[in-house]
């Protein structure tokens, strides 16, 4: 992507932040430097290092752009499964693909192996958000945490599965797709109960 024309700030950020995602994509996280995100973006390395500060900030930051947006739009596939037009399997799959094919997992592992594991607090705390506009305690206490219970699950399930899911699903004999599998009994069993709960 060029931007070789002036940008307001926010837009550069912006920017260059997509670029570095599509950094993480293309080459792993270790592929996401200022550098690379730089001449990704037809800038100059002390023009990326001004938004982000470090390598270990423009990190930081693509860690809550990715979280940003797959909250988003699991919060939309939600309301659809809620409405009846959507399934609980699609909000199983965005929150895979984005730890799997959207790099989230490697840019987790990466970050917790070099010691940076302030940058995931981002994550916790947009997935946390996430959860409780999702699921409200209007109910009950106890339905909340059910909800957080089950959150705790899927994302520990999808970045195990990103990890090391292919080589252990294939040592196990099992389908590539059981963690999903589990995942989406999981929803499937927390809205049952929420729909229980509110009659």
């Known amino acids: 992507m060029s931007i070789s024309k002036r940008l307001p700030p926010a837009e550069s950020r912006l920017a260059a932040l997509q670029a570095a995602r599509a950094l993480l994509i293309e080459a792993g996280p270790q592929g996401v430097t200022l550098k690379a995100v730089a001449a ?30 797959v909250c988003r739009a699991i919060g939309e596939a939600v309301a659809a499964t809620r409405a009846g037009i959507g399934r609980p399997r699609d909000v199983v799959d965005l929150i895979f693909d984005s730890f799997g094919k959207e790099g989230g997992g490697a840019l987790a592992g990466w970050m917790l192996a070099s010691g940076n594991e302030d940058a995931l607090d981002p994550i916790v705390d947009t997935i946390h958000q996430l959860v409780d506009e999702l699921f409200p305690s209007e109910h009950a206490h106890a339905e909340a945490g059910a909800m957080h219970e089950v959150t705790l699950a899927l994302v520990l399930l999808a970045l195990g599965d990103s990890l090391i899911g292919d080589r252990l699903a294939g040592s196990l004999r099992l389908d590539r797709s059981t963690a999903r599998d589990q995942a989406e009994a999981l929803v499937h069993a927390a809205l049952a109960r929420q729909l229980a709960g509110g009659d």
């Open 40 to 69: 990704r973006i037809e800038r100059t390395h002390a023009n990326v290092l001004h938004h982000f500060g470090s390598a270990a900030g423009l990190h930081q930051a693509l860690a809550e752009h990715l979280t940003e947006g």
